[in-house]
């Protein structure tokens, strides 16, 4: 069965720390990219940090300093620890895997596959 099950969310105060988890299914764990993505309310998805199969990661702006996204092969799992968290980081955040060829990392319209979401809520 292919899928992505995202965990780890919650709600923390500003400066707080939150590792998110996304398990990936065998399928679709070895494909090119796996990146998390944010949602707030009223706006589109934005990426965060991706990782390909071979470690090699990129993170947006936003999280550069604060967020390190990692892999465990063993466990078929990419995470996104988050540090020094800001109310604007709040939102639902997902994780999407297989990028289209000629797509680039942080464009959301080209993952095939993307999970349910975990929210993440940072208060001030």
């Known amino acids: 069965q292919v899928q992505l099950v995202e965990s780890g969310g919650g709600s923390v105060q500003a400066g707080g720390s939150l590792r998110l988890s996304c398990l990936a299914s065998e399928y679709i764990y070895n494909k090119n990219w796996i990146t998390w993505f944010r949602q707030a309310p009223g706006k589109g998805r934005e990426a965060v940090a991706g990782?390909?199969?071979?470690?090699?990661?990129n993170v947006a702006a936003s999280g550069k300093g604060r967020f390190t996204i990692s892999r465990d092969n063993a466990k078929n799992t990419v995470y996104l620890q988050m540090n020094s968290l800001k109310s604007e980081d709040t939102g639902m955040y997902y994780c999407?895997?297989?990028?289209?060829?000629?797509?680039?990392?942080?464009?959301?319209?080209?993952?095939?596959?993307w999970g349910q979401g975990t929210q993440v809520t940072v208060s001030s």
């Open positions: 999407a895997a297989d990028l289209r060829g000629g797509g680039y990392w942080s464009d959301s319209h080209e993952y095939n596959y």
């Open positions: 990782i390909v199969v071979r470690g090699a990661h």
